[in-house]
């Protein structure tokens, strides 16, 4: 088996006119091998122990949680998020909803995420809770219409954030996810800007990372793109980050979830 | 006891497929912390799935194997309903056992 990834890497690098060619080959190959091991299914475990276990000042579980489709539900929760909820008044996704359902359930306040880092302490249980949370949704299609005024003002606010330029070399999102066949090293680049591109960007994050062997939630993955395009690092869970998920989520209304992804 | 492995055991014309994923960090003891303070070694050192109280598998794991391992076992001479006992120790003497019933 490795010796057929050698073999093949070795011929790609040799024919640079199918260069592009094989390499999508090759990694899909590869995203073939390892796809029975994803580690992601290992946070999923962790999350759905910490959506039961009570916790927090009030020593409660989450199983009260409401992702939109009543208190409890988690099958197919993912797919319609981002969402206008009534409670909090606000447009949230996957991840501010975790927060504010750990805040009113179990009284975990959620500045305490916030201030916390990418992969440890409280922000750790949620990037599990996420995993779990998402895979309940893995196979389903995309539902988010963006009906309600207030996530129709996200959607054109994620759009807006989408397109502005900005930083120290002018990128925007759009200066490496506006256009097809575009790739950043051995990556390619998602067309966030039409359904089958929205989809395998949006469908295919939250994802174990293998290159550092961790799991990346899309709140994580945005953080990292502002900083790639050496712009201000974006609030956890703020209102511009959930704005450019409803964009890509929008966007990708109708395809079908591949969550929780595994990426390089 | 250590973060729960998976396991999976999927029996086709007489052999056995165990697939697992271990969740552990499987420091080498090469890599340095944002301080520069070296990170200890700890990794996962002995490997052991038993079927029907038999040993079928052994191995011993090092710096090589990267974190969170990925283990696929073939094996014959057990059928579906059977368990499939895996076990490891780490370096710490940590140690995690999990099962699965042949599917």
Known sequence: ?264 | MADPMRVRATESGGVVDVKILMKHDMETGQRKDSSGKTIPSWHIAHVAIKAKDKEVFRGQFGTAISKDPFLNVKFKGAVKGDEVVVSWVDSKGESRTDKAIVS
């Not at chain 1, 062997?213 to 050496?230: S, V």
Request: proline share 5%; aromatic share 10%.
């Open chain 1, 1 to 264: 088996m490795i010796k057929k990834i050698l073999v093949g890497v070795i011929f790609s690098f040799s024919h640079s006119f199918v260069f592009a060619q094989s390499n999508a080959e090759e990694i899909a190959k590869y995203r073939q091998m390892i796809a029975d091991g994803n580690p992601s299914e290992l946070y999923e475990a962790a999350g759905e122990e910490l959506w039961k276990k009570p916790a927090g000042p009030k020593n409660a579980t989450l199983e009260q949680c409401n992702l939109g489709l009543g208190p409890g539900v988690v099958q197919g929760a993912f797919a319609q998020l981002p969402r206008y909820f009534s409670d909090t008044k606000r447009v949230q996704d996957v991840e501010s909803r975790l927060m504010t359902c750990m805040e009113t359930l179990q009284g975990i306040a959620s500045q305490d995420v916030i201030k916390e880092s990418f992969g440890k302490g409280l922000r750790k249980d949620i990037e599990a809770l996420t995993a779990y949370v998402v895979t309940a949704s893995k196979g389903a299609k995309v539902q988010v219409l963006a009906a309600h005024p207030q996530e129709k003002k996200m959607f054109d606010l994620g759009k807006k954030i989408f397109n502005y330029q900005g930083g120290p070399m002018d990128f925007s999102c759009a200066s490496c996810h506006a256009e097809d066949g575009k790739r950043i090293r051995m990556q390619d680049l998602p067309n966030l800007t039409l359904a089958k591109g929205a989809v395998e960007g949006w469908g295919s994050w939250p994802a174990y990372r293998v290159s550092s062997g961790e799991f990346w939630t899309m709140q994580r993955r945005l953080n990292d793109c502002f900083r790639q395009q050496r712009l201000p690092e974006p609030i956890y869970g703020s209102e511009g980050t959930i704005a450019l998920s409803m964009y890509m989520a929008k966007t990708a209304h109708g395809g079908v979830i591949q969550t929780p992804g595994l990426k390089r």
